[in-house]
């Protein structure tokens, strides 16, 4: 930018200004095209993770509407707010689930958390012992 400064201020022939001012994109280009290539790509981790419906609270956000579910996890004292697709089974405020979901603190490139699916309580027993074994 200061290279534009200086030369605008030295060139007279307005042509040669122009292409100066072309050129000192090129540097900046350059850059975003080599930080887009050398970005890895990583795969969203997926959580598991068990708790009890507390509640499900609608949103609306310039006419399209949307549902989260508040979920008490196992061993914490206060409520996850998740978002949940419209495909998935609603369970009853209370009852305990399983659920496998993309969280937000694992995965750097998604916005909010998001309930996968449900996951069957022996499943998950299955996997948590599966886990102690090793």
């Not at 509407?65 to 979920?71: G, K, L, P, S």
């Not at 196992?74 to 998935?88: A, I, Q, R, V």
Request: aromatic residues 12%.
């Amino acid at each position: 930018m200061l290279s534009v400064l200086y030369a605008e201020a030295k060139i007279i022939v307005p042509e040669r200004k122009k292409i100066i001012f072309f050129l000192a994109f090129i540097p900046g280009c350059l850059i975003f095209v080599l930080a887009t290539v050398l970005k890895e790509d990583h795969p969203p981790v997926i959580s598991k993770a068990c708790g009890t419906v507390s509640f499900y609270k609608t949103y609306a956000v310039r006419h399209d509407y949307f549902e989260r579910i508040a979920i008490q996890f196992d061993g914490s004292k206060y409520n996850k707010h998740l978002k949940f697709n419209d495909d998935l089974m609603r369970k009853q405020k209370g009852e305990r689930v399983c659920f496998e979901f993309y969280d937000r603190l694992k995965n750097k490139d998604v916005s909010e958390s998001k309930v996968i699916r449900w996951i069957d309580l022996a499943e998950m027993q299955t996997i948590t012992s599966s886990n102690q074994i090793k």
